[in-house]
């Protein structure tokens, strides 16, 4: 999901409108604790993605070429590959790398059409990540075909809205990230919005709020696959204490502190940096990919990853660095520690260096239920 163009348009308006528009914003509304989810709600769920065809089944992740979502695309390849549950295939519509953004470029598996030909009964589940374009002719036909074959198909973040343009989201109950919600009801005028959760699954299709709700999304999809023991242990190994279905929505919007925010720090041209990630064979996925969005949705800065020559993450993908040495700043090396903890630890980096509106602005956009000083509950 493109926040970062999305919400480019916003800037227009504030122009326009100024101060006074800004001002007739709400205030920033705390989270209340959201209900638990009830034990019948969780058995159906699980139910509902238990494997269609095999016992260990095939999962498809999806993007284009020119601009897939970084961490939509990465992080259930990243976690579904640890867990070790699934055959995993990371897949594009056309041949070559995909670029994928604010940040990263990578190289994927195979092409759908290589895809087809490998697996003629199609894949199990199919991963939907955002895309630039939701109308792209070679994606909708895929998924439609993998959903005709049986898969069950799963839209994270944005990624609703191309599940939606392919017809599979009519009648059915859903949810997107906050700020495409009015969007994936234009494209599926049926369909039933489901507030203060994280994930929706309605029979074979189910969709995810933002960016950071693939992880409990994937943790739920390794618990139908394998049981709650292996979950447990592939959430612990993230950093994540729980993974059920439970969000506080009304705390994320376009409110006054967002605005304000995304004006200043677009506007502040002079303050604008490029940032160098060094990355090396057996680097998380997971953990750049979170990393590298963070960073970048700031609006201060964009990130490039550096490295010699391609490298393998630890899931097995091929990375395409953007440059070959450092240049200029640099952002620290990522570390051992769980992915959801470095996530952490980059919030608080960008709270230093540009402030806690900043922090709560990036947070707000990857719809994480956190931000330094938060309570993650």
Not at 88 to 113: I, K, S
Request: charged content about 20%.
């Amino acid at each position: 999901m493109r926040v970062i163009a999305g919400l480019a348009a916003l800037l227009v308006l504030l122009a326009a409108g100024g101060a006074a528009w800004i001002l007739s914003l709400p205030p920033r509304i705390e989270p209340v604790a959201p209900a638990a989810i009830g034990a019948a709600e969780r058995r159906a769920t699980l139910v509902a993605l238990r494997p269609p065809k095999r016992a260990r089944p095939v999962v498809a992740i999806v993007g284009i070429n020119d601009a897939t979502e970084v961490t939509d695309y990465l992080m259930p390849h990243g976690i579904l590959t640890r867990a070790g549950v699934a055959e995993v295939v990371a897949v594009a519509t056309e041949p070559g790398p995909v670029r994928l953004y604010p940040a990263l470029a990578v190289a994927p598996d195979m092409t759908t059409a290589a895809f087809d030909a490998a697996y003629p009964a199609g894949a199990d589940y199919v991963i939907v990540p955002a895309m630039r374009r939701d109308d792209d002719p070679a994606a909708l036909g895929w998924i439609r075909d993998q959903a005709a074959q049986g898969a069950i198909v799963v839209g994270v973040c944005a990624g609703a809205k191309v599940v939606a343009a392919a017809g599979l989201l009519e009648g059915r109950r859903a949810t997107t990230h906050w700020y495409y919600r009015r969007a994936l009801e234009r494209l599926a005028p049926s369909l039933v919005w489901v507030p203060d959760r994280r994930f929706v699954v309605d029979g074979p299709v189910a969709t995810t709020t933002g960016i950071t709700a693939s992880a409990p999304m994937m943790l739920t999809l390794v618990e139908a696959i394998a049981g709650r023991p292996k979950a447990a242990e592939v959430a612990a190994d993230l950093g994540l204490a729980a993974w059920d279905a439970r969000h506080a929505s009304a705390a994320f919007g376009v409110t006054r502190p967002f605005a304000a925010t995304a004006l200043g720090n677009r506007l502040a041209v002079w303050r604008h940096a490029t940032l160098a990630l060094p990355v090396g064979d057996g680097v998380d996925e997971v953990a750049l990919a979170l990393v590298a969005d963070a960073w970048s949705r700031t609006w201060r800065a964009r990130v490039v990853t550096v490295a010699a020559s391609p490298v393998t993450t630890r899931s097995g993908l091929r990375l395409l660095p953007d440059r070959g040495e450092v240049t200029g700043a640099a952002l620290p090396l990522l570390g051992a520690a769980p992915p959801l903890r470095q996530l952490d630890a980059a919030l608080a980096e960008i709270a230093a260096r540009h402030g806690a509106a900043t922090a709560r602005f990036v947070a707000d956009q990857l719809e994480y239920p956190a931000a330094p000083g938060e309570d993650r509950s």
